[in-house]
């Protein structure tokens, strides 16, 4: 019978895309499930990095369904919404949050972007070419989930932060998301930050669940996987409800709770593995 | 490999080979040798021919369904490991109980040959196809781009449609196939009955749609499979200790903060 599989062996993978900086400048912060505190953790870690010197700019790349204005509690006449329509300059729409760093806001019209045409494909690539040189990390906050604008959003940060709760169905759409990033971008290193987590260890046991599951079922190319690092367990904290409720910065209003702390330490330790990492 | 095993150790008057060959004189396209034959060669011929049988459909001389599930482990591991493109269609002959009991069975097995014989000139050297069951058959196509998916499963039904079947001197049979079709998942490692299922269910599509058509699932889709949950979580239904029943049993500790290291 037809036994001559042998020949097809000669398939081309796709091409790994290319990162747009060597060190770590643009980061993306994702997760598979949403109500994980993806943006939660971007605004605090903006200002955790900001705390440390660091010039931050978080971009909302929730384009569908932005709520980083919302944790915020800023809302500005102009946004990313006007800079791709093309009535804003891109300095007219960023604006200081009140953490000390800076953010682009995507606006509520944005919802019309969320189908990702070739043309915003190309707006989105500019912009963030511009912002790149202007400051030493850029954040982007993407939506939930695995759409093509998560997925385009993720493809342009050197550096993912995939961000989940303990919870069964935050596990498992995480995983989702890592074997996505791994089979489709090939990416061989996802930073994970687990949130609301009980007791001290239990982020690193989970992440380590996470890495052997994948180890045994995905590869990102002959001989290769995934390497999950375990960044930071964000403890579960009623501090957090509180600020979220008010709309406050964790890092600037209670800056002393567990978690504030927690946050304190993951922008350390990404400042100096990733950011400026040392020799 | 011969050269493993002592040629001493067997003698060839010692085994039974008769049964093994009258089965080759009527199935195998593997020519015997005559009885001058060296005993090695002989032996060897008859260990192809059976192999060959083993693996062939005796109705239809397609690939059995073991042969295609061997194939298909293949085709998994390789796609797993090159990302290459690879589709298996399931294809099912429609109405076929009614074309048995029209014109009674042996038309139904000569439909059955005859969109068999159809299904093998449409393919590639390097596809196989595979009677699965009854009147299902199964195509892999190794190396199958994703925009050419659906051209290639839709050229199949249609020739199948366009076949003239002569059941007896003065009647033939048009029968129509329903086609399901999935690629895998690229760079991931997954098994041949997963594959089989996406396939299957879209085979299902079709023939609930209508019959006469093709579904194909054009993403290499990534899912999570029952057996990862169960590994992400297994230790959970098992009761053993682990992080989520820690955090139900005790409150959480304010004071840590949880960074690593």
Redesign the interface.
């Given at each position: 019978?037809?036994d001559?599989?042998q020949?097809?062996?000669a398939?081309k993978?796709?091409e790994p895309p290319v990162p747009l900086t060597p060190h770590g400048k643009v980061m993306a912060v994702t997760s598979g499930k949403g109500g994980v505190g993806k943006t939660f953790v971007s605004a605090n870690l903006a200002a955790a990095l900001a705390k440390r010197g660091q010039r931050v700019l978080v971009l909302d790349a929730d384009l569908g369904l932005a709520n980083l204005d919302v944790v915020l509690n800023l809302y500005p006449k102009t946004t990313l919404h006007d800079v791709f329509s093309g009535k804003s300059t891109i300095d007219e729409a960023i604006i200081q949050a009140p953490g000390g760093f800076s953010v682009l806001l995507a606006g509520s019209g944005m919802v019309e972007y969320s189908r990702l045409t070739p043309e915003i494909r190309a707006d989105f690539l500019r912009i963030i070419e511009g912002l790149i040189p202007r400051y030493d990390v850029v954040l982007l906050d993407t939506g939930a989930g695995?759409s093509d604008v998560v997925l385009f959003a993720v493809s342009l940060a050197s550096v993912i932060l995939v961000v989940a709760t303990?919870?069964?169905t935050s596990?498992?759409d995480a995983?989702?998301t890592i074997?996505?990033l791994?089979?489709?971008q090939?990416r061989e290193t996802i930073h994970m930050v687990?949130n609301q987590?009980?007791?001290?260890?239990?982020?690193?046991?989970?992440t380590g669940?996470?890495q052997?599951?994948l180890d045994?079922?995905?590869?990102?190319?002959?001989g290769r996987g995934v390497r999950l690092v375990?960044?930071?367990?964000?403890?579960?904290?009623?501090s957090v409800r509180q600020a979220v409720m008010r709309r406050q910065l964790l890092m600037q209003t209670l800056p002393g709770c567990?978690a504030a702390?927690?946050m304190t330490?993951?922008a350390r330790?990404l400042d100096e593995t990733v950011i400026h990492p040392q020799g | 490999m011969t050269s493993s095993i002592a040629p001493s150790v067997v003698d060839i008057s010692d085994l039974r080979l008769g049964d093994a060959r009258a089965l080759l004189e009527h199935g195998a396209t593997v020519e015997l040798p005559d009885s001058e034959a060296s005993p090695t060669e002989f032996v060897q011929s008859v260990i192809d021919g059976l192999c060959e049988l083993s693996l062939k459909d005796p109705l239809t001389g397609l690939a059995n369904r073991r042969h295609f599930l061997s194939v298909l482990e293949r085709v998994t591991d390789g796609v797993a490991r090159s990302g290459e493109p690879a589709l298996l269609l399931m294809l099912d002959i429609d109405h076929f109980k009614s074309i048995n009991d029209t014109h009674g069975h042996v038309a139904g097995d000569q439909v059955l040959q005859a969109v068999a014989k159809c299904l093998a000139r449409c393919i590639r050297p390097m596809d196989t196809v595979a009677r699965y069951g009854g009147e299902e058959f199964a195509v892999v196509l190794p190396n199958c781009l994703v925009s050419v998916g659906e051209a290639v499963a839709e050229r199949i039904r249609m020739t199948v449609e366009s076949l003239m079947i002569p059941v007896s001197p003065v009647s033939h049979v048009q029968a129509t196939i329903s086609v399901g079709g999935a690629y895998a998942p690229a760079w991931v490692r997954s098994t041949a009955p997963l594959w089989i299922e996406r396939a299957d269910n879209l085979l299902y599509r079709a023939k609930s749609e209508g019959r006469n058509r093709v579904f194909i699932d054009h993403q290499q889709a990534i899912a999570v499979s029952a057996e990862e949950k169960k590994l992400l979580f297994g230790h959970l239904a098992l009761g053993e200790p682990a992080w989520l029943e820690r955090a139900a049993m005790e409150p959480a500790n304010g004071s840590a903060s949880g960074v690593g290291e």
């Open positions: 019978m037809s001559e599989l020949t097809a062996a398939a993978p796709p695995i303990p919870e069964p596990l498992t995983y989702a074997k996505v791994a089979s489709q090939q687990i987590t009980a007791r001290l260890g239990d982020g690193r046991a989970i669940q996470l052997q599951v045994r079922f995905v590869v990102t190319g002959p375990h960044l930071a367990d964000i403890p579960a904290d009623p567990p702390l927690a330490q993951l330790k | -």
